[in-house]
């Protein structure tokens, strides 16, 4: 029997996880529930790597990044969306509304409108506010994020990826965020990538990544954690793989993280992170719940 779950990634994914519950508690799809947890969070303000109230780029900009996935024929994705705080469901209707896979920039937000999204202003007076602070300070001053930060870390992309199955046993994943805090303007990162930020195969399992954007696209690290799975690795074994391929590859530098998070077909999942600070907020029939991932490479 399939378990219905939502995981997703950060704790600010514990209470946008409620309202993908919500769906899936009446009946709805798991891509619908994983839409709603998107947007639920880019409504968060205390979340400031994703929507509105993110942090902007260096020219004081919001742009989001965004994609959704039911599997290989099925995803759609948008990067630098200008005026519209709910990217996922902007690439929900790219998947869904048109012939292409990604949207970007001017074209994303025409997109979104003329699909009846309202034009909206993403910088919030308060990330100004903090935006010219950073300015001030030459660019030195970084504040921690709502996904646990320590004071003084450099800012990394926390994307809320989101991966859901309904009672259907039907899987689904999402993913949306602001990118990587004060970033060179135009900087597009893994999230709205699909194979990069976000990888679903019905048959195999689902996998989404979070950190370091850079670094994962380097590896094409959600894509290749569902096909260590296809070859007969444990959920635990393939995020190694991809998280030893980042360590083995490139310059990991003390302020990069990656998680990944992979949910499979049988509901059952697991998660890994390259340092601690990272969680999963999961949301079942029994409750929610914060948890720590089951594999760290370099623990404190």
């Known amino acids: 029997m399939t378990v219905e779950r939502i995981v997703s990634t950060w704790t600010f994914g514990l209470s946008a996880n409620r309202a993908g519950w919500k769906v899936l508690n009446?009946?709805?799809?798991?891509?619908?529930?994983?839409?709603?947890?998107?947007?639920?969070?880019?409504?968060?303000l205390e979340a400031d790597s994703v929507g509105l109230g993110g942090l902007p780029d260096m020219n004081g900009e919001v742009t989001l990044d965004g994609c959704v996935m039911l599997g290989p024929g099925q995803h759609g994705a948008v990067a630098a969306l200008g005026h519209c705080p709910h990217a996922a469901s902007v690439a929900r209707l790219v998947m869904e509304q048109s012939r292409h896979s990604l949207l970007v920039g001017r074209g994303a937000d025409q997109f979104a409108q003329q699909h009846g999204h309202?034009?909206?202003?993403?910088?919030?007076?308060?990330?100004?506010?903090?935006?010219?602070?950073?300015?001030?300070?030459?660019?030195?001053?970084?504040?921690?994020?709502?996904s646990g930060h320590r004071a003084g870390q450099l800012p990394i992309d926390d994307t809320i990826g989101v991966l859901a199955i309904d009672k259907e046993g039907t899987l689904a994943g999402a993913c949306t965020s602001s990118g990587m805090a004060y970033k060179e303007p135009g900087r597009v990162g893994d999230s709205p990538l699909i194979g990069h930020g976000l990888y679903v195969d019905p048959?195999?399992?689902?996998?989404?990544?979070?950190?370091?954007?850079?670094?994962?696209m380097s590896v094409c690290g959600s894509f290749l954690a569902v096909e260590e799975l296809r070859r007969g690795q444990s959920p635990e074994a393939s995020i190694t793989t991809v998280l030893?391929?980042?360590?083995?590859?490139?310059?990991?530098?003390?302020?990069?993280?990656?998680?990944?998070?992979?949910?499979l077909p049988d509901g059952s999942w697991s998660a890994g992170a390259i340092r601690d600070g990272y969680v999963t907020a999961e949301i079942n029939h029994t409750g929610e719940k914060l948890c720590?991932?089951?594999?760290?490479?370099?623990?404190?």
């Open 26 to 44: 009446k009946g709805g799809s798991s891509i619908d529930a994983a839409e709603a947890v998107c947007c639920a969070c880019e409504l968060d």
């Open 292 to 300: 720590r991932p089951s594999l760290v490479l370099l623990p404190s």
């Open 118 to 146: 309202q034009k909206k202003d993403l910088l919030t007076e308060e990330v100004r506010e903090r935006w010219l602070e950073w300015k001030r300070t030459g660019g030195t001053t970084i504040h921690g994020t709502g």
């Open 244 to 263: 030893e391929r980042i360590m083995k590859s490139l310059h990991v530098k003390p302020e990069h993280q990656v998680a990944m998070l992979i949910l």
């Open 203 to 216: 048959q195999v399992g689902a996998a989404v990544a979070t950190g370091t954007g850079e670094l994962v």
